[in-house]
């Protein structure tokens, strides 16, 4: 396939297209199935328009020095790079991520709790969803308007589990093995937080963080942690992935990271 032609018409097609991707890629490294999936650093970028670019960064060769050069200029995932289309781009800064189903998905609270426990996936799909629609925006620079997100409120799981006197934050670790994230209790307490089952009015997929991600809907799209596996309650905030990395712990859109974005809730 040409990554200069688009080929894809729309957004499940161009998924489609890079899951495809990534199971000849898997093939040709000669990956038994089921081992994890490697190279999702950034898979591309999703619907209108720019559909294109969606392979170019899943080429093998030249992708090391493609993400090298790209690093230098853009933290966060190689933005800088690519055409924007207005669409979704994909971010892993794991190289392998595993894939979790309805049968091995499990998120765990714990941490200064009363009462520790793990969700099933069928767990947390039978407690009440919430769904917002908001715009998302990146602290790299793209946005995209009105999207639907779908999932059990942060705060429910919080009240669930008992916070502790004495907690004041909340850590997000992630079965990529490596992102993690945090928010202040209050902040995670807000109704505009949710533990994300649904993107776009479908289930999450692999490539979006599924089967389940925090959504953090007033701040720059990398509070939302994908592939959320752990949410742990704290004394303090710890810095996360990208904090440890210059980008602010409160990361409301339009007022951090030097930024003046519109807000988005
Ligand atoms: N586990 C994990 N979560 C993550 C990231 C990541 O690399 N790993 N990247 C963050 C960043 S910087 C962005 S912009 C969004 C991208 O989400 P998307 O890939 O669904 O577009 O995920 C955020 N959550
Ligand atoms: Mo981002």
Same mark, same amino acid.
């Given at each position: ?37 490697? #190279? ?157 089952? #649904? ?67």
């Amino acid at each position: 396939m040409n990554p200069e032609q688009p080929e894809a018409e729309d957004e499940e097609q161009v998924e489609a297209q890079v899951e495809a991707q990534i199971e000849e890629q898997d093939r040709e490294q000669g990956e038994a199935k089921g081992k994890p999936i490697g #190279r999702r650093v950034l898979l591309g970028t999703l619907g209108l328009g720019a559909l294109g670019v969606v392979t170019a960064p899943t080429l093998q060769r030249g992708l090391e020095s493609f993400l090298a050069s790209a690093s230098d200029k853009d933290p966060t995932g190689l933005t800088g790079l690519l055409p924007n289309g207005g669409g979704f781009r994909y971010y892993s800064v794991a190289s392998s991520v595993p894939r979790k189903n309805a049968t091995t998905y499990r998120l765990t609270v714990d941490g200064l709790v009363e009462h520790p426990r793990t969700y099933t996936l069928a767990e947390l799909r039978a407690l009440p969803q919430n769904r917002l629609v908001r715009d998302v925006q990146c602290v790299t620079g793209w946005r995209v308007p009105g999207t639907p997100f779908e999932g059990v409120r942060l705060s429910r799981l919080l009240d669930a589990a008992g916070v502790r006197q004495g907690a004041g934050a909340v850590r997000f670790t992630c079965f990529d093995g490596t992102y993690t994230e945090s928010l202040t209790l209050d902040q995670a307490r807000r109704a505009d937080v949710l533990v994300a089952l #649904r993107m776009q009015d479908k289930d999450l997929s692999h490539a979006h963080g599924g089967p389940a991600r925090l959504y953090v809907a007033p701040m720059y799209f990398y509070k939302s942690a994908k592939w959320l596996s752990g949410i742990t309650v704290t004394e303090d905030v710890q810095p996360g992935y990208w904090e440890e990395r210059g980008y602010d712990v409160d990361a409301w859109v339009g007022r951090s990271n030097g930024r003046d974005d519109e807000p988005t809730s």
